[in-house]
């Protein structure tokens, strides 16, 4: 990664982070009292906004950790600033809050990334299965006739097993799936209902 795309995700980073930070001294300090019962629940989903926002704006997961820290500040200051102890309630609840809001978020994010990732894995295998097996009675045109035959995805799984021994290229089970995952991925775009 260059320099400017560091400076300028740590700037989103900060910036972010200060907007939340600031938003959560100015309730810390408006609605203190009359809005106490929903305040937490508002500012959990401003919180996962940010948090979001972060992510999508940088992609990078630092960005994420670093308004939160920025946020927890916010709210130390805002601590200060009312003249309250840091473990009462006011200030440790939705520190702990954004730490766990951040770590949550942060592993949906991997758990979507490491999904998506074995995905095209899966998909890359099924090309390059098809382009060394699969040649010679049809190209990939076939895939996109105006009158295919294939209409689900089960019945692309049929046929692949079914030209998998007309091609005598035995595949094994999950090269029959990366093969369909990567057609269908391509060509045929079904829903898959089931694998
Ligand atoms: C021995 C020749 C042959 C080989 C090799 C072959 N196919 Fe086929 N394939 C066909 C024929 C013929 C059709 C068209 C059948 C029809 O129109 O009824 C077809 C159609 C298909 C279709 C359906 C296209 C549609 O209409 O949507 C898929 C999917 C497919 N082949 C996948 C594969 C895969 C994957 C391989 C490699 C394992 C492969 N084929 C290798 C002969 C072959």
Redesign the pocket.
């Known amino acids: 990664m260059n320099k400017t795309n560091l400076k300028s995700h740590l700037g989103i980073g900060i910036m972010l982070g200060s907007i939340w930070g600031f938003a959560e001294v100015a309730l810390g300090l408006g609605l203190r009292s009359c809005a106490a019962l929903v305040s937490g629940s508002l500012m959990t989903g401003v919180a996962l906004f940010f948090i979001c926002a972060s992510w999508v704006s940088t992609r990078r997961f630092y960005v994420p950790v670093l308004i939160v820290i920025i946020a927890c500040l916010f709210k130390l200051f805002d601590a200060l600033l009312l003249n309250l102890p840091v473990i009462h309630g006011a200030v440790a609840n939705p520190m702990f809050a954004f730490l766990m809001e951040g770590f949550a978020f942060l592993i949906l994010v991997a758990v979507f990334l490491t999904a998506t990732a074995s995905f095209a894995a899966d998909v890359e295998h099924g090309k390059k299965?098809?382009s060394e097996?699969?040649?010679?009675?049809?190209d990939t045109k076939?895939?996109t006739?105006p009158?295919?035959?294939?209409?689900t995805y089960e019945?692309?799984v049929n046929?692949?097993r079914?030209?998998?021994t007309?091609?005598?290229?035995n595949?094994s089970e999950s090269d029959i799936f990366n093969?369909?995952d990567y057609?269908n991925d391509t060509?045929?775009k079904f829903i898959k209902v089931k694998e």
């Open positions: 299965l098809y097996r699969c040649g010679g009675c049809h076939v895939h006739r009158n295919r035959i294939v209409h019945d692309l046929r692949i079914f030209c998998d007309a091609a005598k290229a595949f093969v369909a057609l060509f045929y």
